[in-house]
């Protein structure tokens, strides 16, 4: 396979990992922390499914508040609530459990718990108002800040399958294990360069210091609750990094 063609199987591979849109079949898939760097350029297919919804939204009269609930919905729709899920799920067994063992346990049940919900609650509404706010203050602006923060918020993900080791002996965590520091690094340069490119280069900084600043916080967090990463740490990360986002924005 030449590199043009792996680097494509390793984007086709973060498409297929991050979201519900149909990205084709995969004879012979490259491992997943292969596909670590492509994580941004999932979001911005993410991304720009809202954006566009937001945009159609506003264009025909659609209040902001309510055409942000359907760019978040959008969103939603396009990930199969992956992230959420992890969010809820992290929630759950940090809140609830009693010791490293039970933590896991919780996390893996599919059923949401009071934290879990909460959770839920407060990453929706956070994400929800942010976005609503700053499509009645600028449309053109809130249609480039959905785009822009699903790349960034997906690019710290690569560092945590770099740097920390899996909770779990099986999973996405374990699996995914085994990433480059150079891939990572791409990841993180690529969403740079979109928020720069989509924000300019101060707002950039901002957005991606914040989110920096959330994400390794949560990193340790969850080494102390469960001694490493998983499939839910790492969507509980996104949704951390997004809100992060849209918290640098709101001044």
Not at 19 to 38: D, E, N, V
Not at 63 to 86: F, I, N, S, V
Not at 116 to 129: D, F, M, N, T
Request: proline share 4%; glycine share 14%.
């Amino acid at each position: 396979m030449t590199p043009a063609r792996a680097r494509l199987a390793e984007v086709q591979l973060a498409v297929m990992l991050l979201t519900r849109l149909p990205a084709g079949r995969m004879a012979k898939a490259p491992p997943i922390g292969a596909a670590a760097w492509a994580f941004p350029v999932a979001g911005a297919l993410v991304g720009g499914i809202s954006a566009v919804v937001l945009w159609a939204a506003l264009a025909v009269g659609v209040a902001p508040a309510l055409a942000a609930g359907l760019a978040l919905a959008a969103g939603l729709l396009a990930t199969g609530g992956l992230h959420e899920d992890g969010l809820a799920d992290c929630a759950d067994g940090f809140g609830g459990g009693r010791d490293r063992a039970r933590k896991l346990e919780i996390m893996r049940d599919s059923r949401i718990g009071s934290y879990g919900g909460l959770a839920l609650i407060l990453s929706l509404g956070l994400r929800w108002q942010g976005a609503a706010l700053l499509a009645a203050h600028s449309p053109k602006l809130a249609v480039i800040v959905l785009i822009a923060l699903a790349i960034s918020s997906r690019a710290g993900m690569a560092f945590a399958l770099l740097w920390m080791p899996a909770a779990r002996a099986d999973g996405m965590g374990k699996s995914a294990a085994g990433t480059s520091l150079i891939r990572a690094l791409v990841g993180l340069v690529l969403a740079a360069v979109a928020l720069g490119a989509l924000l300019g280069p101060q707002t950039a900084g901002l957005i991606l210091g914040a989110q920096i600043v959330v994400q390794f916080a949560f990193a340790r967090i969850a080494l102390r609750q469960i001694g490493g990463q998983s499939g839910d740490v790492l969507g509980a990360m996104q949704q951390l990094a997004e809100i992060a986002g849209w918290l640098a924005l709101a001044r």
